[in-house]
């Protein structure tokens, strides 16, 4: 039996497709919903990039069978532009009612005529329905290999929520450990955290923070990347981590040669993580990955998670994130600090920041903030020799300040905006905005959100990743 | 190499059409790239040069800068090469004339490596 389907839909999205479909007339309105897909070890997802609203009178029209259909040539229109654009082709009405929903036997009737020939039409699918009330959503989902189960659509937006084809059952869930925080966001909020799997990439100073927090607030699923080891500079920073996890006795000697063993046997930042991880929580899920995310490998662990956070300084990674977020339809969030160091070693501007990237138009997208140079990007993909040959690297010896207390002020602020959209609890008005506090001012200021129409990642052209999963490369290396 | 870099081999080959543009596997998926044959005026000697560089794996999103000429070109006036230029520096196993025209405004949706190549041999023939 395969995975039952889910749908991943933007807020921008969704929204117009509500208001579509219930604009209060309580009568029913059609529309298609292209998707692309990521196939994943949780099932499969489909992922909403347009939406073609259905008009009433011209393209939903009076049924032969039922009460209405989609017309002959909406459909036909749609369709192909969906095999075109290799995307999914989702027929969407809706019924009345509130909290569930399912097709009538004629939806069912409907389906099983028209599918098949929709499959093959649209390369292979998958092609379906959904049908929507005002708090649930059903599905019924035909791939070449027949007609699959559907599961549940999230809405991703600065609160992410969840609908079903009916209402879940009430969570059994009461752990004493986790009485004070659920008084905040209930039992159902703890057991909607103890569901979800979040990827991290980058386990050092801001990574592992949020990485033991995460596992405090009983996260179900931690995912983490990081190939580096722990070394003795990390000692103040990186959570838990030892003079024995660095093999310091070894590392700190003059000996080169004892220097080099040191290192080697030096703990994975990712092994400390979980360590702490399981001491928070003995049930947490912990995958301590041992890997770089410009590996296609390795980035395809995170193309799963719920929420996923950067923590690394690489450029090269940043360009990863912010193509994984949506291509995935991922919310995301990239934290870090900044020290400005002027000549003669003064120190000028300290800056943290908290960037929220959710996957749609205005929804923070690195690129459109200018935040992944690409002038960096070139130089990152060169060897050391080559660096040095051209002359990128002055002084192998200077190395950015990093300090814990800075760390926290950007990891604090993310992790908080994870916690809040996945219980629900912002209010409606709050702008997932960028961040930055000036440390030194003691000021923190929020950034204008910037969009590009034509962005590759988060743009509607046609060249844009946006929502279509498996179907496009991430900017990964090649596999060798 | 990625899908991405072919098309801007090809675009690079058309653009040049009738000249020698060799490419080379880069093992993280980008291409070494060398155009042999390119004039960059009379203010140097020799007067015709190759042009090489790296297009990353990463591209478009990446810049493609710096790119490299024969160790032997000389201004014919006698003067120092332009502060763009530097070297010779190592590429590739070999001397070269390191020439870094960053584009601070690349865009991934615009810019590409051959206009970038035109654009940096107009800019040697200007100096």
Redesign the interface.
């Known amino acids: 039996m395969s995975r039952p389907f889910r749908l991943t839909i933007d807020q921008v999205l969704f929204e117009k497709l509500y208001r579509h479909l219930f604009p209060g007339d309580r009568d029913e309105h059609g529309a298609v919903i292209a998707a692309g897909i990521g196939e994943t070890d949780r099932g499969p997802r489909l992922l909403a990039r347009e939406v073609f609203l259905a008009r009433d009178g011209i393209d939903y029209v009076p049924g032969k069978l039922g009460y209405r259909a989609l017309s002959a040539e909406f459909v036909a229109h749609v369709a192909s532009y969906c095999a075109e654009q290799n995307l999914s082709y989702l027929a969407v009405h809706c019924h009345g009612g509130t909290d569930s929903v399912e097709f009538s036997d004629v939806d069912f009737q409907s389906h099983e005529r028209g599918y098949p020939a929709l499959v093959d039409i649209t390369k292979g699918g998958p092609v379906g329905a959904l049908v929507f009330a005002e708090r649930a959503v059903a599905g019924d989902i035909w791939t070449m290999r027949g007609r699959h189960a559907f599961e549940r659509l999230t809405v991703v937006g600065p609160s992410v929520q969840t609908l079903f084809p009916s209402p879940p059952l009430e969570p059994q869930f009461s752990n004493s450990i986790y009485d004070r925080q659920a008084r905040l966001f209930g039992d159902v909020g703890q057991h909607i955290l103890s569901r979800l799997k979040v990827g991290i990439i980058g386990l050092g100073g801001g990574g592992s923070l949020l990485s033991e927090w995460l596992s405090r607030l009983g996260i179900g699923h931690i995912v983490a990347v990081d190939f580096d080891q722990v070394d003795v500079t990390n000692l103040s920073r990186v959570i838990d981590a030892s003079r024995w996890d660095a093999k310091a006795w070894l590392a700190q000697r003059r000996n080169p040669w004892l220097q080099k063993i040191g290192r080697r046997f030096a703990r994975l930042k990712v092994d400390v993580a979980r360590r702490v991880a399981k001491r928070a929580n003995p049930r947490i899920q912990y995958d301590a990955i041992d890997g770089d995310v410009l590996e296609e490998s390795t980035a395809r662990l995170l193309t799963d998670v719920d929420f996923l956070f950067l923590a690394s300084d690489s450029i090269q990674s940043r360009l990863v994130f912010n193509s994984i977020v949506h291509q995935y339809l991922i919310p995301g969030a990239q934290i870090g600090a900044k020290v400005s160091v002027g000549e003669n070693g003064r120190i000028e501007q300290v800056s943290v920041a908290t960037r929220p990237v959710l996957p749609f138009p205005g929804g923070g997208c690195l690129q459109c903030h200018e935040l992944i140079p690409a002038a960096r990007l070139q130089m990152e993909s060169l060897s050391d020799s080559e660096r040095r040959a051209q002359r990128y690297v002055d002084d192998e010896e200077i190395v950015d300040p990093s300090v814990i207390t800075l760390n926290v002020l950007s990891a604090g602020q993310a992790a908080n905006d994870l916690m809040m959209m996945f219980t629900g609890l912002y209010q409606p008005m709050v702008q997932l905005s960028h961040q930055i506090g000036f440390v030194r001012e003691r000021t923190r200021s929020d950034v204008e959100s910037r969009s590009r129409e034509v962005c590759l990642d988060c743009g509607n052209g046609p060249s844009s990743r946006r929502a279509r999963g498996d179907r496009v490369r991430l900017p990964c290396r090649m596999p060798s | 190499?990625?899908?991405e870099v072919e098309k801007a081999i090809a675009e690079i080959r058309h653009a040049f059409a009738g000249r020698m543009v060799e490419a080379e596997d880069e093992?993280?998926?980008?291409a070494y790239v060398i155009v042999d044959g390119v004039s960059i005026g009379a203010a140097y000697a020799p007067s015709v040069t190759w042009f090489g560089f790296?297009i990353?794996?990463?591209y478009?999103?990446?810049?493609?800068?710096?790119h490299f000429i024969d160790p032997q070109v000389k201004r014919v006036d006698g003067g120092s090469l332009a502060s763009g230029f530097?070297g010779p520096?190592?590429?590739r196993g070999r001397p070269v004339i390191?020439v870094s025209r960053?584009?601070?405004r690349?865009d991934?949706?615009v810019?590409t490596a051959v206009a970038k190549l035109l654009k940096v041999i107009e800019w040697v023939k200007e100096q």
């Not at chain 2, 093992?27 to 980008?30: E, K, R, V």
């Open positions: 190499m990625t899908s093992p993280q998926g980008g790296l990353s794996f990463q478009p999103h990446a810049d493609v800068y710096p530097s520096t190592d590429w390191q960053r584009s601070n690349w991934p949706t810019d």
